[in-house]
């Protein structure tokens, strides 16, 4: 479901087609990035730099996955110090949504645990630690600080450019994942696996495909 009736209050730009369910978005008229509470529209920065490289997808374009076919909507990147990985929100025809994640060839698509659920720490584990959950091994592969440098379309909720937070990933047995991220007064866990890019299905906006 769509809202046509939202204009950005720095420069006017009417958007068409937006989901309801949409929460940050980025003006593509004056880079101003907005967050919709409620009613209210309010901005809350720029949108950053995104350089532009050969990526197997990006915005706009469609992603199969396991049979299911997901549109991305938002794009972000996030610098971590010894590079950059790129973080995809879609959504599938059912509003259902992923964070599919792009780093050096590298794929994840992974979902963010319900509030409530998810392992029971907020403190986040050191490299090499083996974590337990829902029956399943895991060991901490990866530990660093990320910052948001860039952020284009659609998410569920909000991101900014200059956002820091720590984060970690721990691998599973048969390339399950399980990652934390955490911050001043919170934390968020996500669950997903490793993807073969090659058996990825993309059609991208311009109308091309490839399996």
Known sequence: MSDTHVSCPNCGYGFE????????????SCDTTLFRSDSALKPVG?????????????????VKIDGRTYVVTGHS???YG????????????????VWI?????????????????????????PVGQALTY??????VTEADTATCIAVRGQFPELIQVGDEH????????????LSGEFWDGGSTWYE????????????????????
Not at 82 to 97: C, F, I, K, L, V
Request: proline share 8%.
């Open 134 to 139: 829902s029956g399943r091994d895991y060991h």
């Open 77 to 79: 990147r996030y610098d």
């Open 101 to 125: 994640s792009l780093d050096e060839g590298d794929v994840v698509v992974q979902v963010p645990f319900k509030p409530g659920s998810g392992p029971r720490r907020n403190d986040p584990p």
């Open 17 to 28: 087609g937006l989901r309801k369910s949409t929460r940050m978005f980025d003006c593509p």
């Open 166 to 177: 720590y984060f970690i990933n721990a691998s599973g047995p048969s390339g399950q994942l």
């Open 46 to 62: 720029n949108n950053g730099e995104m350089h532009d490289y050969p990526m197997l997808f990006g915005l706009h374009d469609s």
């Open 192 to 211: 997903g696996s490793w993807l073969d890019p090659f058996t990825l299905q993309v059609a991208y906006q311009d109308g091309a495909s490839r399996q």
């Open 82 to 97: 010894r590079g950059t990985w790129d973080e995809m929100y879609a959504e599938d025809s059912g509003g259902n949504g």
